[in-house]
């Protein structure tokens, strides 16, 4: 059967495949990481926070899940960096003086302090703006907006120190930081969803566009 016009390609659903995984790797790790905050919970604060075999298990599926969570999360990203790469190509055909950042930055953009603040959005504004008609070229969209803020609120989880509170001394401690672990594994299924959204929109728009030029 022939491809729905405007849909994404090949790539773009790959990208989507891999950002579900990604989402469906942090709801994992989030129910063993509530499990193990049960289990935390019901220890006095002050006592060391292993000791009983059920909190040795808890433990084991949380490092498991937490470090297939880690491990999807860089395999994502890496594809989506790819796919920006590739929707620059298109978006160069259809409105290369639209594009305000070279493709360097595409890397860059993600790294350098400061820039990665707000590189990685204008790249995502620029190719939004190619996929639009001509006469209704506009950066920026609500989506994108949301999506950003998502990012930028997952970074600053999972930027965290990997010990994801194991390294605590007391069960009150440690029951804190699975909490804080608990909210970051929220924040990366809810920014896993928008980018899938944001993928799917913007490889669908690109594509429509190229055929209203080529047409």
């Known amino acids: 059967m022939a491809k729905s016009e405007g849909s994404p390609g090949w790539f773009a659903r790959v990208v989507c495949g891999v950002l579900a995984a990604c989402a469906a790797a942090s709801a994992a790790a989030g129910v063993a990481t509530w499990h193990r905050y049960e289990l935390?919970?019901?220890?006095p604060p002050e006592h060391k926070p292993s000791g009983t075999e059920a909190l040795l298990m808890a433990d084991m599926w949380f490092g498991n899940l937490m470090g297939w969570r880690t491990a999807i999360i860089i395999v994502s990203g890496l594809l989506f960096v790819l796919w920006l790469y590739t929707m620059r190509d298109v978006a160069d055909g259809l409105w290369p003086e639209g594009q305000r950042r070279s493709r360097a930055w595409l890397i860059f953009g993600?790294?350098?302090?400061?820039?990665?603040?707000f590189v990685p959005k204008m790249f995502i504004n620029d190719l939004w703006a190619a996929g639009r008609?001509?006469?209704?070229?506009?950066?920026?969209?609500?989506?994108?907006?949301?999506?950003?803020?998502?990012?930028?609120a997952a970074?600053?989880?999972f930027g965290k120190k990997p010990g994801w509170g194991r390294e605590a001394d007391r069960a009150g401690e440690a029951a804190d930081a699975m909490w804080r672990v608990l909210i970051g594994n929220g924040v990366s299924i809810v920014t896993a969803l928008l980018t899938i959204a944001v993928v799917w929109r913007l490889s669908g728009m690109l594509e429509r566009a190229v055929r209203g030029v080529a047409i």
């Open 40 to 43: 935390l919970v019901e220890l």
């Open 110 to 117: 993600w790294i350098v302090p400061v820039a990665n603040l």
């Open 133 to 152: 008609p001509p006469h209704r070229r506009e950066r920026g969209h609500w989506l994108l907006t949301l999506w950003w803020l998502s990012v930028l």
């Open 155 to 157: 970074t600053g989880t």
